[in-house]
């Protein structure tokens, strides 16, 4: 990744521990201007806490956060142009939605017309005028999402702050208020940075990805190069549902050198390494991704094909997963839903080696 | 199939039983064996407690000689309100004959302004316990919570000497101080308590927000706590209201509270036991507490804080 010339958010070695826990451990992200970054990563691994450090919600251990070229790591959190939405709303229950929208306005002392003037606007961006006179508790979740939306927009702010706001909403309502925040992003140019652990939220909204564990981020890549180049095992079984198989086995010499495991053997000519492949016989893991699979005649064309049975059909409306056995490990690939497996029937698979990843299986790193 | 048709020709809510067995609300009996053992264990409870308060009120209602009868449990043949009059107005206490409107509106001095002390304090302390974590915040709230736990009888005289050195001695502003800083302790522990448990997004999206330390006390926090608010006034009125022993040590006979007067009244050793009197002056005294618990009861709104977050 080139490095950003003006990035709106830096974050230079960044430490945050509590007592001896260590949460964050030096972390540095540039977000260039008008970037929509997610942050993905499972349970606990440290993202609202990035996510706060930024907003100025916890006092950091080590290093320095600037936003818009501005140092900001000792700046209070209404002083650092973030706007934030929170993963329970957080809306100020005994306040219409007005006041809810109008607080930090006032608080800041802006003139009467001028509040107005933003909460019109923000209310019209979310096409939620008719809701301004109630109460928080008369709406439905989507729409206090909204309105927490719509207090992070009327703060007139560069960098715009989300933790998990939709986690709370059921699916179809997250899918379309996925969309909004899309479209609202590409009305209003700002910089996003967006926590999630859903993957398809991360994959849809971001310009780049930074996958996250244990306070490292592990990748920070555009989606695509994450889904398809996986730096290491993690990322790679993080993302993707279903999710990549891995084969384990060992590296073999050669020309081109090959993949062995429990009776197959993959050629390697085709696939890129990312650095030097290392010995012959060095333990590494193979990881292809179901959809990259082929099956039937399709599978003939392809570098590297298999005899194999069916196992176990799982039919998931669009297309079907079908598990079999390769290399001795459980193995799934996608068919149409039109196609009818059933267990016991012999198939020939087949894949692209150029489609795969390959892992150290000590480290886990990408080869 | 056939089941659900029959059940849905039967008027909704009617108990109903037929051929395929029973459907809808399940009947109820009243003299079910539940019900009667609910019911007498509430009766009985209720009889407990309100006996000896007929007693009171029937004999405060009485004159001596119809009291001298000593059918304790009879209604008054002849009501009469002189008892009252005189619990109010004219019964001596110790020097002063004036009845026990004089502790009465002592009780009102001491028991307003350390209500308000003290809530307005611990409410504060309670929140910058629970949502700002300054350092030392933890050691801070140790010793409140140790401090709670200290026999007051073992502070008596240090404050005495205190209370001496600064001059308040017997002066009703040093009982208020009194009663203040013993009500902190669990005042405090009340308030940081309820604001723990107040979603912790509200106050950093207020932060973000730009509301400071006041700011998001007085103007989220506040019209959150009705609830809390209600349960320290209750807590803290009829505490101070009832308190004896700090009100007997630290005043003089003309600023005693209610209750050290009724003491005087009841225990007085002089001429005849007025027990109609007595009944009358302990039933004034007993009148703010019961007046308080009837009035915040309707208070008690719940769901304040419906709303703030998912539901
Ligand atoms: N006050 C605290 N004291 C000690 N450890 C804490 C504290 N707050 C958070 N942690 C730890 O910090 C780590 C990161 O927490 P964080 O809330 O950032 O996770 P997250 O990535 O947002 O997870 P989630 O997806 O569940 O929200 C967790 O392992 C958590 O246990
Ligand atoms: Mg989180």
Redesign the interface.
Known sequence: MAEIANPSVSIQNLSLNYGAVSVLQTLNLDIAEGEFIVLLGPSGCGKSTLL?CI?G?LDISKGRIFIKGKNVTWE???DRG???V?????????MTVEKNLS??LR??GLPKEEIAKRIARAAEILQIEPLLQR?????S?GQ?QRVAIG?ALV?DVDVFLFDEPLS?LDAKLRSELRVEIKLLHRRLENTMIYVTHDQIEAMTLADRIAVMKGGVIQQLDAPQTIYNRPVNRFVAGFLGSPAMNFIEGQLEAGDAGAFTADGVSIPLDRYEFDKDRGSAGKPCVFGIRPEHVAFGDAAKAMPFTAESAVEIVEPMGSDTLVWTKLGGRNFSFRVEAEKTLRTGDPIRIGFDPARASLFDTPSGNRL | MSDQAVSLSVPSGAAHADALGPSGPKPRHIFSRRNIFLYGTLIVAALYYLLPLYVMIVTSLKGMPEIRLGNIFSPPLEITFEPWVKAWSTACTGLNCDGLSRGFWNSVRITVPSVILSIAIASVNGYALANWRFKGADTFFIILIVGAFIPYQVMIYPIVIILREIGLYGSLSGLVIVHSIFGMPILTLLFRNYFTSM?E??F????????GFW?IYL??ML??SLPIFVVAVILQVTGIWNDFLFGVVYTRPDTYPMTVQLNNIVNSVQGVKEYNVNMAATILTGLVPLVIYFISGRLFVR????????G
């Open positions: 706060n907003a919600l209070e959190p209404k973030i706007g934030m929170f993963q329970s709303y957080a809306l100020y229950p005994q607080f930090g608080v800041a109460k928080p508790s008369a709406l979740g206090r207090r703060r709370n | 979603p997004e509200l950093r999206a207020a932060r973000v927000d730009g509301a700011g103007r989220i019209p959150m769901g304040i804080a419906a709303g703030a977050v998912k």
